[in-house]
C-alpha cells in the first residue's frame, strides 16, 4: 500500500459506523420531522440524555445477563478512573432522569420519545451497526394494557407515514416476577435434556438465563428452542388477564398480530407486554422496532414504584424500506457580475434568505455563461442576474430555469414573486 492509500484507510470512518450525508439526510430529517408531530399528538414530549452514563445503569437496567451488557458494550475508563459506556439502549437513561429530577412530581403524563445515536459492539453486517440510531418512546406509571396497544398504534400510525407497508406485529408475555421463575425452572430442565444440542454459548444461557436461548440465531439452537414449553402456559392470572387485554384493545383498534410465545426480547427488564413489528423486507435483520413493559426497573433503581413501557424503531432499518420523498428545495442562484455587483450580492443574499427564500452566491468570479451553467449543475430554481446595470437601476432580472422565462423588476416585486411560486 503507498502512505497515501494507507493514510486514507487509518482515516476511514470505523468499521460498523458510517456518515449520513447530503442527498440521503433529508429522509433522516424527514423521518425525524414526522415522528416528532406523530408523537406530540399523543402526548409525548422529548427528554434528552448523554450519550454516556456509568456503566452501572447499563448493567443494573439493561441486565448482566444479556446479550448487549455481556458482549455488546462500549464500555472506558474515563481519565478519573471512572468506568463509562457508549449508551447500547435508551431506556435506562430516561429512567435515570426521571429519578433524578423527580419528574414523576410534576403531575405532567409521563410520556418521553427521543431520537439519536446508540452503539453495540456486535458483529456488523446488513441492517445491523455498531454506531445505529434509535426513536425511542417510553411511557410511565400506566399499568394498563391499553396503553401498551396505543404505542403499538401509535408505532403503525408512524409506519404508515412512512410508506412502510406489511409489516407484521408479533406480541407476548413473558409474565413478571411471581410467574416467571417457575417457566424459567420449566425452562432450564427442558433445555438440559438438549444441552448437547446447544450452541457453547446457549449451554451457559442454559444455566444462568435460559429465556435467552430464545434470542440465539443458531439453527440448531432455534430447533430446540421450538421444543421448549411455551410461557403462555405458565403466566399468572394478573399476566394472563393483562394479555387479554392488551389483545382486546388491538382487536379494538383493528391492529392484526400474531402471538409469538418465543419472542421474549433481547433485554432483561421486560414484564408482561413484549411486542416486536417486523418486515419481510428487510433479510435477517427484520426487526423495524421492539418494546415492551418494564414495570419493576425504576424501583429496582431505587426510585418509586413506577410502571413503564416503550419501543425502540431502528431509524436504519425503517429508512431503508420507508417511502419518503424529501420536500423539493427551490434555490435562488445569485449571478453577479464585477466587483461591484459582488459586494451588493453580499447584502442582496441576506435580503432574500431573511424574507424566506434559499440563496447561494459563490463568491467566485465568473461570466454569465458559467453561472449559468453552474445554477444549472445545482439545480437551482431562479438565477438573479446582478450587475452595474442592475445596479445602478434598482431593477434585477430573474430567470425561472424550469421554464426559462425571464422576468424583471424590484428585489422588492421579485422576493413576491418567488414566495408565490
Ligand atoms: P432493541 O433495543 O435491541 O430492542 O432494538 C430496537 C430496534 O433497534 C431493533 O428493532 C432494530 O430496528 C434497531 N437495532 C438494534 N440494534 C441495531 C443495530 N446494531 N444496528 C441497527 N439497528 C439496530
Redesign the pocket.
Known amino acids: 500500500m503507498t502512505e497515501d492509500a494507507s493514510a486514507k484507510k487509518e482515516l476511514a470512518a470505523v468499521k460498523g459506523t458510517r456518515d449520513i450525508l447530503p442527498g440521503e439526510v433529508e429522509k433522516w430529517q424527514a423521518l425525524e420531522g414526522l415522528a416528532r408531530t406523530t408523537f406530540e399528538l399523543y402526548g409525548f414530549r422529548e427528554l434528552r440524555a448523554p450519550v454516556f452514563e456509568a456503566t452501572e445503569l447499563f448493567e443494573k437496567g439493561t441486565g448482566a445477563t444479556s446479550d448487549v451488557v455481556t458482549k455488546e458494550m462500549y464500555t472506558f475508563t474515563d481519565k478519573g478512573g471512572r468506568s463509562l459506556t457508549l449508551r447500547p439502549?435508551y431506556t435506562p437513561s430516561v429512567v435515570r432522569a426521571i429519578i433524578e429530577h423527580r419528574l414523576d412530581l410534576e403531575g405532567a403524563p409521563m410520556r418521553y420519545y427521543f431520537m439519536g445515536p446508540m452503539f453495540?459492539y456486535?458483529k456488523p453486517q446488513k441492517?445491523?451497526?455498531r454506531q445505529?440510531h434509535?426513536i425511542d418512546i417510553e411511557v410511565f406509571g400506566e399499568k394498563d394494557a391499553a396503553v401498551d396497544a396505543e404505542i403499538i398504534e401509535m408505532a403503525h400510525a408512524l409506519l404508515g407515514k412512512l410508506g412502510v407497508a406489511g409489516a407484521e406485529t408479533l406480541v407476548n408475555s413473558v409474565g413478571c416476577r411471581a410467574c416467571r421463575p417457575a417457566y424459567s425452572a420449566a425452562l432450564r430442565e427442558a433445555a438440559a435434556k438438549r444441552k448437547s444440542e446447544l450452541c457453547p454459548d446457549c449451554q451457559r444461557k442454559a444455566e444462568t438465563n435460559p429465556l435467552r436461548i430464545f434470542d440465539c440465531k443458531v439453527e440448531a439452537c432455534r430447533e430446540a428452542a421450538a421444543s421448549f414449553p411455551s410461557i403462555q402456559d405458565y403466566l399468572c392470572e394478573e399476566c394472563r388477564e393483562h394479555f387479554r387485554k392488551l389483545r382486546a384493545c388491538l382487536d379494538t383498534l383493528g391492529i392484526a398480530y400474531r402471538v409469538e410465545p418465543r419472542l421474549v426480547?433481547?433485554?432483561d427488564y421486560y414484564t408482561k407486554t413484549t411486542f416486536?413489528i417486523v418486515s419481510s423486507h428487510l433479510g435477517a435483520q427484520n426487526?423495524?422496532?421492539?418494546g415492551g413493559r418494564y414495570d419493576d426497573m425504576m424501583k429496582d433503581f431505587g426510585g418509586p414504584d413506577i410502571c413503564g413501557t416503550g419501543f425502540?424503531?431502528?431509524m436504519?432499518?425503517v429508512l431503508s424500506i420507508a417511502e419518503i420523498a424529501p420536500a423539493a428545495r427551490k434555490m435562488l442562484y445569485l449571478a453577479y457580475l464585477g466587483e461591484a455587483a459582488r459586494m451588493a450580492s453580499l447584502e442582496l443574499a441576506r435580503y432574500f434568505r431573511s424574507n424566506g427564500v434559499e440563496c447561494l452566491v459563490e463568491y467566485k468570479d465568473r461570466g454569465m455563461k458559467a453561472h449559468f451553467g453552474r445554477a444549472n449543475k445545482l439545480g437551482a430554481a431562479w438565477v438573479l442576474i446582478v450587475g452595474d446595470n442592475e445596479l445602478a437601476t434598482g431593477r434585477f432580472g430573474l430567470k425561472d430555469m424550469a421554464t426559462g422565462r425571464q422576468l424583471e423588476g424590484t428585489r422588492e416585486e421579485l422576493l413576491a414573486l418567488l414566495l408565490e411560486s
Do not use: S, T, V
Not at 426487526?287 to 421492539?290: I, K, N, S, V
Open positions: 439502549e453495540r456486535d441492517g445491523r451497526f445505529f434509535q426480547r433481547g433485554l416486536e426487526a423495524l422496532l421492539g425502540a424503531m431502528g436504519e432499518r
